[in-house]
């Protein structure tokens, strides 16, 4: 295996060594990643965790695992269906196997397929919407906000601009609850709790480093994001992965963190939903609920009110009010 140093780098995302033979891609802001990514060596093979926004950042993703580890990559495994962890499968096809729960294959192949069709037919409605935030970005006051409406919309314009020659690539090996592969050098296991983060999401734990992989059901410094979450199954989901051997973990988003940041997600969530209770049940609106002072440091600021509203509407389906 090659040294970290010597890797030319990307402008997509920074290697993190988090163990020797396990590397953390972290996205950088307002480019083609926008999700993290995970290169993990398991002695005679090679696994990459997620695949980023774009094929520019998925090519240079691959280029940094054959770089670190001496070989093409073998399995690729898309934690959940959000595009940021997807859309960069096609660089890696057909040389490896790419892995995702049964019920993430499903939306990939059904809803996400539409949407990409929908967005090439009519690419004019997103370039409408990143033109109109340009224009609330130029009134917006907040320099914290207004720096992460550019990040979006410099993203939202990447992936754009790749639209045109993505080839959706679906998952070829599917799992329901768990899958083992065993290296000459260390074995990862795919685990599936069910879906909090989205309708199925996967994690990948690396028993003898006490590492785990979380996808997006483990942010760090960023608001969870809520838009196709089962608060509830979230927190138990949680619950679940705390019973692991897990010593550090490398999240969907933000940097490397402990356990800390898994106890913050719960806080999180749990938190929002006592809050949107409360406003319910004294007939408030959601509207003048200001983000808590412990998450006004975080990023993903701008997913703060849709977060309250997917709660409140899970709450009236659910009636949990």
């Known amino acids: 295996m090659r040294g970290l140093m010597a890797f030319a780098g990307s402008r997509h995302f920074q290697l993190n060594e988090v163990t020797e033979g396990v590397f953390a891609a ?14 993990v060596d398991l002695g005679d093979t090679t696994l990459v965790v997620d695949t980023f926004t774009t094929i520019q950042a998925a090519e240079d993703l691959q280029a940094a695992a054959e770089y670190l580890t001496g070989r093409k ?14 859309c960069g499968n096609q660089v890696f096809v057909p040389a490896a196997q790419i892995i995702s729960t049964t019920i993430t294959r499903e939306i990939m192949d059904t809803f996400v397929r539409n949407r990409i069709t929908q967005q090439l037919a009519k690419p004019k409605v997103i370039y409408d919407a990143i033109d109109e935030l340009e224009e609330q970005i130029l009134r917006e006051t907040n320099e914290k906000l207004r720096q992460e409406m550019q990040w979006d919309n410099a993203s939202d314009r990447e992936y754009m601009k790749m639209l045109p020659d ?30 909090g983060h989205t309708q199925s999401d996967a994690l990948v734990y690396i028993p003898q480093d006490r590492i785990a992989i979380m996808g997006d059901l483990v942010l760090s410094k960023h608001h969870p994001v809520l838009m196709y979450a089962n608060p509830q199954q979230w927190l138990d989901i949680l619950d679940k992965v705390e019973q692991l051997d897990i010593e550090t973990i490398v999240p969907g ?16 969530i749990t938190g929002l939903l006592e809050i949107v209770t409360d406003a319910t049940q004294r007939n408030l609106s959601l509207d003048e609920i200001v ?7 975080w990023f993903f600021t701008t997913y703060f009110k849709s977060n309250l509203q997917s709660i409140y509407e899970w709450i009236k389906k659910s009636g949990k009010s």
């Open 253 to 268: 988003h933000g940097e490397v963190c402990s356990l800390n940041a898994l106890h913050q997600v719960r806080a999180y």
């Open 166 to 195: 993505l080839v959706y690539s679906l998952p070829n090996l599917t799992f329901d609850q768990h899958m083992t592969i065993h290296g000459s050098k260390r074995s990862v296991e795919f685990i599936t709790f069910g879906g």
């Open 291 to 297: 983000v808590p002072s412990a998450y006004q440091d």
């Open 26 to 39: 972290i996205a950088v802001p307002g480019t083609g990643s926008l999700g993290n990514a995970a290169i």
């Open 73 to 86: 990559v073998s399995y690729v495994i898309n934690t959940h269906w959000h595009s940021d962890h997807t």
